[in-house]
């Protein structure tokens, strides 16, 4: 199975902050990639796909980039909204699995 | 608009089975697969499986081989996932989510889960 290790595990920021998640693949997953938003008791949303591609409807202070094993989520604008858990996830081989999760607290 | 709404919580005992609908509205059913992913209390998502609408085919996990099977009814535009010989590491969250196509993408409308319960 491909490992899928984000870091860091928490992150303490403050609104207006830019931020950087990571997520590194244990092997080549092209940018067959990821990233989704989960806030407690609800279902995940899906941030962006293919690495880079931003979904419709979400702010553009949020970025994705990376291929092959290596992969970042940037939020230029801390926004209050944006205090959440961040999962990525390999869609490339079977099974497909998630990150651990970053957690974004206020700091 | 594009609505999955799934079945209510469930508590089971150990070996029992639970099955959990996700029913789809706003879209075409047929054009997309619908993925099932878990979520244990305060833990990570993990993949389950997928079902595709239109041919019925599934792929899952290899961990739920042969203790999972995944539906799918196109003249209700529901899907289900039936979970077998339950085991309390089996409580857990269970979402349905709407696959972006027909082969295998990123996940871009989710249910709201269902929690199943597994307790003697």
């Keep these: 199975d491909i490992q899928m290790t984000q870091s860091p595990s928490t992150l303490s920021a403050s609104v207006g902050d830019r931020v950087t998640i990571t997520c590194r ?6 940018k067959w990639f990821a990233w989704y938003q989960q806030k407690p ?3 995940p949303k899906l941030l962006i796909s293919k690495a880079s591609d931003l979904e419709t409807g979400v702010p553009s202070r949020f970025s994705g980039s990376g291929s092959g094993t290596e992969f970042t989520l940037t939020i230029s604008r801390l926004q209050p909204d944006d205090f ?3 999962y990525c996830q390999q869609y490339h081989n079977y099974p497909w699995t ?3 999760g970053t957690k974004v607290d206020i700091k | 608009q594009v609505h ?6 469930e508590v ?20 997309h697969y619908i993925q099932w992913v878990r979520q244990a209390p305060g833990q990570g998502l993990e993949w389950v499986g997928w079902v595709n609408p239109k041919s019925g085919g599934t792929h899952n996990a290899q961990k739920f081989q ?6 799918s009814d196109s003249s209700t535009t529901t899907a289900y996932m039936e979970l077998n010989r339950l085991t309390s590491d089996d409580t857990a969250v269970y979402y349905c989510a709407r696959d972006q196509g027909t082969y295998g993408l990123a996940f871009d409308m989710w249910g ?3 929690m199943v319960i597994v307790s003697s």
């Design chain 1, 25 to 30: 693949a244990s092997q080549n997953i092209d």
């Design chain 1, 41 to 43: 008791g609800k279902a």
């Design chain 1, 84 to 86: 959440a858990t961040y």
């Design chain 1, 98 to 100: 998630f990150g651990q």
């Design chain 2, 4 to 9: 999955l709404v799934q079945s209510g919580a």
């Design chain 2, 12 to 31: 089971k005992k150990p070996g029992a089975s639970v099955k959990v609908s996700c029913k789809t509205s706003g879209y075409t059913f047929n054009d």
């Design chain 2, 66 to 71: 042969g203790r999972v099977t995944m539906t």
């Design chain 2, 112 to 114: 709201p889960g269902t």
